[in-house]
C-alpha cells in the first residue's frame, strides 16, 4: 500500500488554467506538506497543515490555495497557471509537527508542467 | 537565510570508492538530521537519521558522522555502487521548527 499518494503524476496544462493536485496518506500523520521542487531540485516548503489547520504557509502566491478536508488529505488548488509554476509538486506527511525526529515521508511526487 | 548547507552540488566516484557529503547547519536548536535519497521520478526517501547525542551512525554502508561543536554532519557511503547513484539531501529539525529544513542537494553519479 502507498503510503502518501498523489495524483496526477503528470499534467501538462495551458497557461492561464486552473487545475488541483490531490493527495492522500493512510499512515494515520496529523501533519501534511506541500513541497516544490525546481528544476535544480531544490526542495522548499509551500504549506504544512496540523490536523486540518494550516501552520505554515511560506512566501506562496496566493493563486496556491491548499484544502484539508480531513486529516489524510491535503489538496492543491493552482489558479491562472503561470509558465513558473512548473514543477514537481510533492505532498508529503510526518507524524506530528512542532517536535524533533520528525520524519517526513513523501509522495512520489506530481510533475506540472506550464504551457 | 539557508540554514542547511550542503556541498558537493554534485559528486562523482567510482564503483567501490567512497562518497563523502557535507553539511552545516546554523541553528543550535536543531536536534534531528535525516539524510534523504531520491531516484529519478522518485520522491525523497528516508536513509538515515542521526540526533546529537551520538557522534556517528552507521546502518549498512552508510554512515552519518556529525559534529556538534562545529554544527556539521556528513553522509560516507562504503563501497559505493552504481545504484546509489542519487541525489541526496541533508535536513535538520527541532525546537520550535518542527518542519524539515533541507540542503540543496548532492547528485551522486557511481560509475561502473
Known sequence: ?115 | QQQVKQSPQSLIVQKGGISIINCAYENTAFDYFPWYQQFPGKGPALLIAIRPDVSEKKEGRFTISFNKSAKQFSLHIMDSQPGDSATYFCAANGGSQGNLIFGKGTKLSVKP
Not at chain 1, 496518506?25 to 525546481?38: A, C, F, I, V
Not at chain 1, 496556491?64 to 505532498?91: M, Q, R, T, W
Open chain 1, 1 to 115: 500500500d502507498t503510503a502518501v499518494s498523489q495524483t496526477p503524476k503528470y499534467l501538462v496544462t495551458q497557461m492561464g488554467n486552473d487545475k488541483s493536485i490531490k493527495c492522500e496518506q493512510n499512515l494515520g500523520h496529523d501533519t501534511m506538506y506541500w513541497y516544490k521542487q525546481d528544476s535544480k531540485k531544490f526542495l522548499k516548503i509551500m504549506f504544512s497543515y496540523n490536523n486540518k489547520e494550516l501552520i505554515i504557509n511560506e512566501t506562496v502566491p496566493n493563486r496556491f490555495s491548499p484544502k484539508s478536508p480531513d486529516k489524510a488529505h491535503l489538496n492543491l488548488h493552482i489558479n491562472s497557471l503561470e509558465l513558473g509554476d512548473s514543477a514537481v509538486y510533492f505532498c508529503a506527511s510526518s507524524q506530528w509537527l512542532r517536535r524533533g525526529g520528525n520524519t517526513i515521508y513523501f509522495g512520489e511526487g506530481s510533475w506540472l508542467t506550464v504551457v
